[in-house]
């Protein structure tokens, strides 16, 4: 037995006790039926003082929430909005106390105070069987509900908050994932597969088998067959140019032994319900330590990456007749983009590399989201940790999706191990991007970064589960 089987057994084995023991207690009132009853219940668990019957009651509520209809899902969370905010009464004497004194210890009362009663209602529910999972469901509804829903945000804030601390690095296990590890997991690899879909068993096998592929996966103790975030690597001798040099099934493997570059050709987040809790890029530091170890001979790790936003973008800078990145010239060549089998047309093809890649030069490094960040969220990812923005393939992807997203431009991001905390540091204080002296060549306008995103359109990205590849 494992230890995890074992923890989540005795969790059962508790709650059972606990649920004997609360069918034992009088009670004094009978509990409404719907929200008000699991709004007795949520209230009852905060006062509870007994472990056992604490774990019952939270295994109770978790059990109801997932037999509510959307409706009554969306009446739960505006229950905890309304119902489970900070204690007024308290918060306001803890207020004027810290007023008349302010020492370490009215400060924590304050700090105490103000602390949301849902937050120790979420902390208590975590504690029922299989309560990190159903919570983290229940956090996936909850962002569909937000966007509607604007009063959900403070609720969203405590389980994000509660999450960065129960999914923090040092809580995580990274894990190979290769064609021995059990099916259960290989078939969430398949699904999760958020990039390069993967279509089948033996396309799995392709990408896991042979001598030159590698896989890692971060789990939680919690979730030991749940991979939270997984990337896919390829070794190869060169920095790759297009995604068929990576997955081409007639591809002839190399020895891994022989490879000077490791490829990180697709992350993928699994778990919606923990969208803005990173740990991506504390994946690619430690598998970057990993590999070094494995293959010391490595000495070039890189991305070949998408560009999802790319198309959108430049379409709206196509239809802006003021642009200043786009030229009546570059305009007529890229209409040709409008002819769904263009990049089967050798001369529309010349034409649309010439203007487009200056204007791709552009976009990542002059262009702005209203609030000054990075347009593309691809890149805000491996810029921010460090790498350098290395080259533009055009056409590198022709599959419907990358065609749709950014007309089969890819990118590769290059992770220099010597200047990792140098390019972080220009990103994440001045907004710099580093970037190599041939990208910065194609461009053509001297004009500073101006935004050219909508914000609506940055948050429906956002609800990508797509990282990067």
């Known amino acids: 037995m494992t230890g995890t089987s074992f923890f989540s057994d005795m969790v059962q084995t508790i709650t059972e006790r606990g649920r004997k023991l609360l069918s034992f207690s009088p009670r004094t009132e009978k509990l409404p039926s719907g929200l008000a009853g699991l709004e007795r219940l949520c209230t009852m668990l905060l006062s509870s003082r007994g472990e056992a019957s604490g774990m019952a009651l939270a295994a109770e509520i978790l059990q109801q929430w997932s037999r509510l209809n959307d409706g009554q899902q969306r009446d739960f969370m505006l229950l905890l909005a309304d119902r489970f905010g900070p204690d007024s009464d308290k918060l306001e004497k803890a207020i004027d ?25 979420i902390r208590r529910l975590n504690l029922a069987p299989k309560g990190i999972s159903t919570l983290v469901g229940m956090r996936e509804r909850l962002l569909e509900l937000k966007a509607d829903t604007p009063d959900l945000e403070a609720v969203d804030a405590d389980f994000a908050h509660l999450f960065t601390s129960w ?8 894990r ?15 699904q999760y597969e958020a990039v390069h879909e993967i279509h089948d068993w033996d396309e799995l096998r392709r990408r896991l088998a042979p001598t030159d592929r590698r896989c890692f996966a971060f789990f939680h103790p919690q ?52 969208r803005g809790i990173s740990f991506g890029n504390f994946l690619i530091k430690q598998v970057v330590e990993d590999l070094r170890r494995d293959l010391p001979k490595l000495d070039t790790f890189v991305t070949l990456s998408p560009v999802p936003g790319f198309a959108n973008w430049l379409g709206r800078e196509r239809r802006n007749d003021d642009s200043d990145v ?7 060549a890229l209409a040709a983009l409008d002819d769904a089998d263009w990049f089967d047309d ?23 989201t209203p609030d000054g960040r990075a347009i593309d969220p691809v890149a805000r990812f491996h810029l921010g940790n460090g790498a350098r923005l290395e080259r533009l393939n055009f056409l590198a992807d022709r599959s419907p999706r990358a065609v749709r997203q950014a007309h089969g431009l890819m990118v590769n991001y290059l992770y220099k191990l010597d200047d990792i905390e140098t ?35 940055d948050k429906t990205k956002a609800s990508s589960k797509e990282l990067s590849s």
């Open 176 to 190: 190979p994932i290769d064609w021995s590890t059990p099916a259960q997991i290989l078939e969430k690899i398949i």
């Open 346 to 368: 050798p001369i529309k093809t010349t034409a649309v590399k010439t203007a487009l890649l200056p204007a791709a030069a552009w976009y990542f490094l002059r262009g702005r």
């Open 326 to 332: 786009l030229s009546v010239e570059d305009k007529a």
């Open 423 to 457: 390019n972080h540091e220009a990103f994440a204080q001045r907004g710099e991007i580093v970037a190599a002296p041939a990208i910065r060549k194609l461009l053509r306008s001297e004009k500073p970064a101006r935004a050219t995103q909508p914000k609506e359109q």
């Open 223 to 274: 979730l030991p067959d749940d991979p939270l975030i997984f990337v896919e690597v390829a070794l190869t001798k060169t920095i790759p140019e297009t995604i068929s040099d990576v997955l081409d099934e007639k591809r002839a493997p190399i020895q891994a032994q022989d490879a000077r570059t490791a490829v990180f050709y697709s992350i993928s987040n699994c778990q919606v319900g923990l």
């Open 97 to 121: 106390t810290y007023r008349a004194e302010r020492t370490a210890k009215t400060v924590l009362q304050l700090h105490e105070a103000a602390e949301p009663r849902r937050q120790e209602l």
């Open 167 to 174: 999914f923090n690095r040092g809580f995580l296990i990274l």
